[in-house]
């Protein structure tokens, strides 16, 4: 027959503290010293054993001359509270970084081509930086972006920066790179266009677009009352996408205001027209409220948009 161990009447889950305990005078050989090591008193020390081995049913040391030993059944439950103590640790662990981990979803607002905006650069390192982070994109044009962060409908955007109309509160704006704006006409128009003045170039007909875009904004700059010429080209037509522009440029149909890496790459592909002796410097930047700069997804955002940029 064999000699089974009566089991405690109630069992319990061990106390933390209580295993904290035993390890440690495991350990250490003395209640003493435990104690010290666990900045407890002798007498907690010894509470919490005696605790444990009601808990267990087990006899877990033996007193000697030299200290305290560990029985057989002691030696044997050590590395399993050992273990369960690590498990813990790293419980609290976990839990610490879980606070520390950015989650949410960021909404951005995107505006052009994604490889002008270096977009794809800008959501793998939020990806990496922020992996618990989503994102919506919704595409429009530029002071469509802005109005949207205003209104809290998106979290970040890209935008598209005038020097003479530069945005105040409560925006914020993160310039990311200058360039310029050209005048790009049909094939067959150099006699119209290069060496021509503002002045020249209103009495062409032209490619109006919405007052949201940047295109707007920078052809208010330079015709219309209060501007450069204070005159009003014909505008032909309304066009709110960049591509459809460009093919109504090609079709011969008016003049349009183009990126300039846009608008050397059309007149080489296709023969269009740059005007020579015009410009408008415009800065492509990314927006946001000024008094959300300190929330995690947006510190996140701006740290993506400074990896992927530099």
């Known amino acids: 027959m064999t000699n089974r161990r009566p089991s405690p009447a109630f069992p319990h889950t061990p106390d933390p503290q209580a295993l904290r305990a035993f390890v440690a005078?495991?350990?250490?050989?003395?209640?003493?010293?435990?104690?010290?090591?666990?900045?407890?008193?002798?007498?907690?020390?010894?509470?919490?054993?005696?605790?444990?081995?009601?808990?267990?049913?087990?006899?877990?040391?033996?007193?000697?001359?030299?200290?305290?030993?560990?029985?057989?059944?002691?030696?044997?439950?050590?590395?399993?509270?050992?273990?369960?103590?690590?498990?813990?640790?790293?419980?609290?662990?976990?839990?610490?970084?879980?606070?520390?981990?950015?989650?949410?979803?960021?909404?951005?607002?995107?505006?052009?081509?994604?490889?002008?905006?270096?977009?794809?650069?800008?959501?793998?390192?939020?990806?990496?930086?922020?992996?618990?982070?989503?994102?919506?994109?919704?595409?429009?044009?530029?002071?469509?972006?802005?109005?949207?962060?205003?209104r809290g409908e998106l979290d970040v955007g890209f935008f598209l920066d005038l020097p003479h109309d530069p945005v105040g509160a409560p925006f914020q704006l993160r310039p990311l790179t200058h360039f310029t704006y050209r005048v790009l006409a049909p094939a067959g128009w150099g006699p119209q266009v290069r060496g021509k003045d503002w002045k020249a170039l209103a009495a062409l007909p032209w490619l109006a677009t919405p007052a949201a875009s940047a295109h707007h904004r920078l052809q208010r700059r330079v015709f219309g009352p209060g501007s450069l010429t204070g005159l009003s080209p014909r505008r032909v037509a309304l066009v709110d996408q960049e591509a459809s522009m460009l093919d109504l440029v090609k079709s011969g149909v008016g003049l349009s205001l183009v990126r300039d890496a846009i608008a050397m790459r059309e007149a080489q592909a296709h023969g269009l027209v740059i005007a020579d002796q015009v410009a408008l410097e415009c800065e492509l930047a990314f927006v946001y409220l000024a008094e959300r700069a300190g929330e995690p997804v947006i510190a996140s955002a701006l740290a993506a948009l400074e990896a992927a940029w530099h």
Not at 73 to 98: F, I, S
């Open 25 to 150: 005078v495991a350990r250490e050989g003395h209640v003493s010293r435990a104690a010290q090591q666990l900045c407890l008193s002798q007498p907690a020390v010894s509470l919490q054993l005696k605790a444990l081995a009601e808990t267990t049913g087990l006899r877990l040391f033996d007193r000697t001359p030299r200290g305290m030993a560990l029985t057989a059944d002691g030696a044997a439950l050590l590395p399993v509270a050992e273990k369960a103590l690590a498990a813990l640790a790293d419980v609290a662990q976990a839990a610490a970084t879980l606070h520390q981990t950015v989650r949410g979803t960021l909404r951005i607002g995107t505006i052009l081509d994604p490889e002008f905006t270096r977009l794809g650069g800008f959501l793998r390192h939020l990806v990496e930086l922020a992996p618990q982070v989503g994102t919506e994109l919704g595409q429009g044009m530029s002071g469509d972006v802005l109005a949207r962060v205003g």
